[in-house]
């Protein structure tokens, strides 16, 4: 989900009413040309009427929550449904949304029972209840989409246990199990519209019992319609227009010129750095949040010379930071200290600690003591994919800044191959080192463990033979860290998982199977008079706060 790949300073300024003219040009045809699933409206182009124009360059694959694993198409799903559990905005603290308290999770951590919300209808008037529930997370784990072994993983069974109770039973304890109810996917679908079966997927249309129901599915617009049988509170506008420009250039001049009221996903770092320097001139409005999503130096230990731990501990010591921030990013991310992001209090910047940013001594110490030198210098293969010039850039820095402060000691060479490929191999262990950036499946510290560092078959010898790790690249293997995993998941004590937490930061530190690089930030843009800008951990814009 790399999408940058325009420069804002060869756009010159063009005559509104000529782009406003061009723009509803364009909607009036796609419009012509998309799928209505309703007869209300048309037009995406701001105007009085009390609904919002968003423009975004992502467009969506499908509607259908089972089979989508895209932020293009999470968000969108995210403001038309509720789920059982939402992130209060602006923070990590799960809270009740169609159920009515936190679950009630059983002595040995396997059985959660969760009391729901009464008074609930579907987009096509059908009640909601602990049946229709239940239905639509087993849909979500047994249609076979690409995120339905997020639940599929952790879920053995699941059962309405009374009209309004729902009851769950894990196949192993899992401490964020209510986090992973809060994954935009995991919501309620009208058993009326939907089947359950392998394959059986409706990518176009979406009922659930959200704000806002889904009026107009086009190829390059949507229309969302405030729903007036909603249960809780109503929208601040009266409905969304989404319109899904062709490049993030189009959407950068899209909203300079005021097509759109709100531009968010995706812009490039020279685009997002040139609108936020005139929001700070009071042409409009630039509103930052900081992001879940995430960057890492993955090292394969099972790669010579990345095999050493010293030599791992060097490249822990090279990297710069800051530079990369300013000269890759344009200060729009902050340095990142450890595997798990500070949108968590139990992250803690060992990195930083151990290593320093440019720690260049060190750095020609270790390499020194593992037998380099300059006349057989470190040689580290650096993989990347080829659609993401962020990481483009920032192995060239790496590169850059090897070469100018190890005195020949360390050298990187850059590779770089399509992005199919590159997340095919990554699993065979074909590249010593990859730069990965990593969205979160869900908000938890557990999302950023996990995937990464568990290996339920290896050994100290050979590596991972199967499990996250083996999967990511690393090839990481640690009995310590296995068990330490399992403890942090069946650990209902937030302060007791937050010292097993600790735990695992440390031994990554010491081990230095990735390097962690940077986090990035989110930013929106809104025109001069809408209000109610929201923007989620999980990179989601909310709608139904937004107003003119």
């Not at 047994?142 to 109770?165: Q, R």
């Not at 409905?239 to 490049?247: A, D, E, F, H, P």
């Not at 968590?344 to 750095?363: C, I, M, R, T, W």
């Not at 095919?424 to 074909?430: A, P, V």
Request: include cysteine; charged fraction near 20%; aromatic fraction near 12%.
């Amino acid at each position: 989900m790399t999408w940058f790949s325009f420069s804002a300073r060869q756009w010159n300024r063009i005559a509104k009413f000529v782009s406003l003219f061009c723009v509803c040009l364009l909607l009036v045809v796609s419009c012509a040309r998309g799928q209505q699933t309703t007869s209300s409206g048309s037009g995406n182009t701001p105007s009085g009427d009390g609904r919002i124009t968003v423009g975004t360059s992502l467009k969506p694959r499908t509607l259908d929550p089972a089979d989508a694993y895209e932020i293009a198409s999470i968000g969108l799903f995210y403001n038309m449904s509720d789920r059982l559990y939402y992130y209060e905005p602006g923070t990590t603290k799960i809270t009740p949304q169609l159920a009515t308290a936190l679950p009630k999770v059983s002595q040995d951590g396997l059985t959660y029972t969760i009391p729901l919300r009464q008074g609930v209808v579907f987009h096509d008037d059908t009640p909601f209840n602990a049946q229709a529930m239940a239905f639509s997370i087993e849909r979500f784990m047994k249609n076979g989409g690409k995120p339905s072994f997020l639940l599929a993983d952790v879920v053995d069974t699941v059962k309405a246990t009374g009209e309004y109770e729902l009851t769950i039973k894990l196949k192993k304890p899992f401490a964020a199990f209510p986090s992973l109810l809060a994954f935009p996917g995991v919501c309620p679908l009208s058993p009326k519209a939907y089947e359950l079966g392998a394959g059986k997927f409706k990518p176009n249309i979406f009922v659930s019992t959200g704000p806002y129901k889904l009026a107009q599915y086009g190829t390059d617009s949507l229309r969302f319609d405030v729903f007036d049988k909603y249960w809780g509170n109503k929208p601040a506008n009266k409905g969304i227009n989404l319109q899904i420009l062709t490049s993030p250039a189009n959407l950068f001049n899209s909203f300079r010129t005021g097509a759109v009221d709100v531009a968010y996903l995706s812009l490039e770092p020279d685009q997002i750095r040139s609108l936020d320097e005139s929001a700070k001139k009071g042409d409009w409005q630039s509103i930052e949040n900081q992001s879940s999503v995430v960057t890492y130096l993955v090292l394969n230990r099972n790669q010579k010379p990345l095999d050493r731990p010293e030599v791992r501990q060097a490249i822990a010591s090279v990297i710069d930071r800051p530079v990369i921030n300013e000269r890759v990013l344009f200060n729009q991310a902050k340095p990142l200290y450890s595997m798990i992001p500070t949108t968590f209090d139990v992250s803690q910047p060992l990195f930083k600690d151990k290593y320093g940013d440019g720690n260049v001594e060190k750095a020609k110490q270790l390499i020194t003591a593992a037998g380099f030198s300059q006349q057989n210098p470190l040689r580290v293969s650096l993989w990347y994919p080829s659609s993401s010039p962020t990481r483009s850039l920032a192995a060239e820095i790496l590169k850059g800044y090897a070469e100018e402060k190890m005195d020949g000691l360390l050298q990187f060479e850059i590779n770089t191959v399509e992005g199919a490929t590159f997340f095919k191999s990554i699993s065979k262990g074909l590249y010593p080192a990859v730069l990965l950036d990593w969205y979160p499946d869900f908000i938890d510290a557990d999302n950023y463990i996990q995937p990464f560092l568990e290996c339920p078959k290896g050994s100290d010898t050979e590596g991972c033979k199967q499990g996250g790790s083996q999967t990511l690249g690393s090839f990481y293997y640690s009995e310590k860290i296995n068990k330490l995993i399992e403890q942090q998941r069946k650990e209902q004590n937030p302060e007791a998982r937050k010292k097993i937490f600790a735990d695992i930061q440390a031994q990554v530190a010491a081990d230095v199977p990735y390097v962690p690089l940077w986090q990035n930030k989110d930013y929106a843009f809104a025109r001069k008079g809408v209000s109610g800008i929201e923007l989620n951990p999980n990179q989601v814009l909310v709608y139904e706060t937004i107003k003119k």
